[in-house]
């Protein structure tokens, strides 16, 4: 992969589901949302200077999993890396949700009906999956090309919230009535999942050309790029859409592009269908990636890291899909906004603990030594605890309940992977 495969993977991660329903989750609180925005963009490009400067040290793919080992052992590495292999569990389901209530916008059968949605989610899961395990190179020009189609709905949502938006229509501040700080804090977890994947373009560093240069420049260009499209889209959907409807939404932006016919909503429709598949694309791909580097190392089972003659690890990409699958299944009684929210935050509060980590890595790299980029870490480190803090009490358990459940895969696969390593005793003499 060079630049532009690089730069996709991460803009094609970030840019998925997340902006193309969170106005409608957002609308709940208010105009309130749009300081998270500012806040949330400030933290990632943070975090994606930070997994830069930590990418240019290292050849090794695993990114989260890669820094926190060489940084504090074996143990924190192989958390970091399980804790990302959920998000990436979880986001699979999430995207997969989002694409479903997409559909719907085009096949009026599907809107409301959770049997035929919950197919349609599957569907894609597979589908995608078994684009992944032909190999990386195919995977690598799916996601830019789909990357590259994705962003043209959202540009036209953007050219139509200028011209026929309403001041009037923008949610009050904070409906919610919560603390400012408590407020933005939720807000914050919320839209910092639209920002999940800045990590995307680190993690296959084995496959990257010049990675140590490539893949810091394609990050950070990524997210500044993704950032701008974000809060501008948002705006413009809700300038659009009175926030009684936003509120309700399956699919916002085609709602709101419904004021130039109904070709307007197919149009988009069939935009965040693009990009939701995009982004399940790149999801399905890092966290193949995250399970084989912690196989390769003996902190999982072995046959996750077997690579198939397209150097895809296919054993990895099959178990993350089938768990994806039943994560989809198990959350989608509780209809589909329902299912996203849920899924969304226990997804990014499962990748701001590697941030955490991975800022803590950069804090102890640099302590002596870059005092600029120093500055830099800790920010993506408040940032990423302020985001975790938004989470809530009952996320936050479910989050170190999934966290700890790890440690008996660790243990035992370290365990066997020693017993298998042992030389063979001498012969008696």
């Not at 990590?199 to 500044?224: F, L, M, N, W």
């Not at 197919?266 to 193949?288: E, H, R």
């Not at 849920?342 to 870059?370: G, N, Q």
């Not at 803090?389 to 895969?409: K, N, R």
Request: aromatic share 10%; proline share 4%; hydrophobic share 60%.
């Amino acid at each position: 992969m060079g630049f532009w495969q690089v730069w996709s993977m991460s803009a094609g991660v970030m840019i998925g589901s997340g902006i193309f329903l969170l106005p409608a989750v957002l609308a709940a609180y208010g105009s309130i949302s749009f300081i998270g925005w500012l806040f949330t963009t400030a933290g990632a490009i943070c975090i994606a200077l930070t997994l830069g400067r930590l990418a240019s040290r290292t050849h090794k793919s695993g990114g989260f999993y890669v820094y926190a080992r060489d940084a504090f052992g074996d143990v924190a590495g192989f958390l970091m890396g399980w804790s990302y292999w959920l998000s990436i569990v979880f986001a699979t389901a999430a995207i997969a949700v989002a694409f479903a209530g997409y559909a719907g916008a085009i096949f009026p059968a599907l809107a409301g009906n959770s049997v035929a949605q919950a197919f349609v989610a599957v569907a894609l899961v597979w589908m995608i999956t078994a684009i992944n395990i032909r190999g990386v190179e195919a995977a690598a020009k799916a996601q830019l090309v789909m990357t590259i189609l994705k962003i043209a709905p959202l540009l036209l949502v953007i050219g139509l919230g200028v011209f026929f938006g309403a001041l009037e229509n923008i949610p009050p501040f904070n409906p919610t009535g919560e603390p400012f700080i408590k407020g933005l804090a939720a807000t914050a977890l919320l839209t910092m999942w639209a920002f999940i994947g800045i990590e995307a373009g680190v993690v296959a560093a084995e496959d990257v050309i010049d990675a140590k240069r490539t893949i810091p420049r394609a990050i950070a260009s990524a997210t500044i790029c993704v950032a701008v499209l974000y809060v501008a889209s948002t705006a413009a959907v809700m300038l659009i859409l009175p926030v009684e409807d936003l509120a309700v939404s399956e699919a916002p932006f085609a709602d709101a592009a419904r004021i130039l016919g109904p070709a307007g909503a197919i149009v988009i429709a069939v935009g965040a269908l693009i990009s939701t598949a995009g982004s399940l694309n790149g999801c399905v791909f890092i966290g193949a990636q995250t399970a084989m580097a912690t196989a390769r190392d003996g902190f999982a089972p072995k046959f996750l890291a077997r690579k198939n003659t397209g150097a895809a690890p296919a054993d990895a990409l099959i178990v993350t899909g089938v768990i994806g699958t039943v994560v989809l299944l198990m959350n989608y009684t509780d209809g589909l906004v329902a299912a996203f929210t849920f899924m969304i935050a226990m997804s990014t509060l499962a990748t701001l603990a590697p941030y955490v980590l991975s800022a803590l890595a950069e804090i102890k790299a640099d302590w002596r030594s870059a005092r600029g980029w120093l500055i830099i870490a800790l920010a993506a480190l408040v940032y990423s605890i302020i985001a975790m803090a938004g989470a809530g009490i009952s996320t936050l358990l479910w989050g170190a309940v999934l966290l700890i459940a790890g440690l008996p895969i660790y243990y035992w696969s370290t365990a066997r992977y020693k017993q298998q390593s042992r030389p063979p005793p001498e012969p008696n003499a």
